[in-house]
Nanobody
Framework: QVQLVESGGGLVQPGGSLRLSCAASGSIFSINGMGWYRQAPGKQRELVAAISNNGSTNYADSVKGRFTTSRDNAKNTVYLQTNSLKPEDTAVYYC???????????????WGQGTQVTVSS
């Protein structure tokens, strides 16, 4: 099975930064895309940032200019650099990957278990 493991969350003051990592492990032929979602208590899960295998990215309007996502295909790892953090960024951040286990096989979706980001003074 393919596992996604997030790391890098924690408690940070407003204006601070965190770098989140998501490593995919297991038998993977290819990854079509990876991304980050977040969910705050009582709110829907929302897309924060996504990156394709060619490096193209997109971001939620709320994080544009502050967050940057990148990908290391050789390591099957995606990163989310979060800068100028605000209290409203507080949420559980989830990693998502769309992958294929074999050539011409179906694409499957995998989610990490999440990492807590808390922004508070």
């Amino acid at each position: 099975q393919v596992q996604l493991v997030e790391s890098g969350g924690g408690l940070v003051q407003p204006g601070g930064s965190l770098r989140l990592s998501c490593a995919a492990s297991g038998s993977i032929f290819s990854i079509n895309g990876m991304g980050w979602y977040r969910q705050a208590p009582g709110k829907q899960r929302e897309l924060v940032a996504a990156i394709s295998n060619n490096g193209s990215t997109n971001y939620a309007d709320s994080v544009k200019g502050r967050f940057t996502t990148s990908r290391d295909n050789a390591k099957n790892t995606v990163y989310l650099q979060t800068n100028s953090l605000k209290p409203e960024d507080t949420a559980v951040y989830y990693c998502h990957g769309r992958f294929r286990r074999r050539e011409n096989g179906p694409y499957l979706n995998s989610w990490g278990q999440g990492t807590q980001v808390t922004v508070s003074s």
